[in-house]
């Protein structure tokens, strides 16, 4: 088995699309359901954005405020992880440096919806 791609279920799907577009630098690859599917090829791994459907959209309370309870935190790898604070600063995205990070070494930040993620230089426990 491989794992070929991590998604997440979005309530405001244009919005989300946006933000992961600017957050990678890079446009969707998919060609087919655009106005619900984005997938984006991060590093030779997929990441997509799926549209929840409306009737469960209505019910989904989404905030700009960190979800810190959320079972799911995604991490993506960088070279340069001051360069890439800054530039996340730069597009107004939410960053959050914990007191047991190395800010050399990683922070996190959030998107839209209150979704965490990690910006690191290593998986620390990875070869």
């Known amino acids: 088995m491989r794992f070929c791609c991590g998604m997440l279920y979005v309530k405001d799907?244009?919005?989300?699309?946006?933000?992961?577009?600017?957050?990678?630098?890079?446009?969707?690859?998919?060609?087919?359901w655009t106005e619900t599917w984005a997938r984006f090829d991060?590093?030779?791994?997929?990441?997509?954005?799926?549209?929840?459907?409306?009737?469960?959209?209505?019910?989904?309370q989404a905030s700009s405020a960190p979800r810190e309870r959320s079972p799911v935190k995604l991490i993506f790898e960088v070279e340069n992880v001051l360069e890439e604070r800054l530039r996340l600063e730069s597009l107004e995205i939410t960053t959050i440096q914990r007191p047991w990070q190395d800010p050399s070494e990683g922070f996190e930040a959030v998107d839209p919806e209150g979704n965490v993620f990690q910006i690191s230089t290593?998986?620390?426990d990875r070869n």
Do not use: C, S
């Open 13 to 32: 799907f244009p919005k989300m699309r946006a933000f992961y577009r600017a957050l990678f630098g890079a446009d969707p690859v998919n060609t087919e």
């Open 42 to 60: 991060v590093g030779g791994v997929a990441f997509a954005l799926h549209a929840l459907p409306e009737e469960i959209a209505r019910q989904v």
């Open 122 to 124: 290593r998986i620390r």
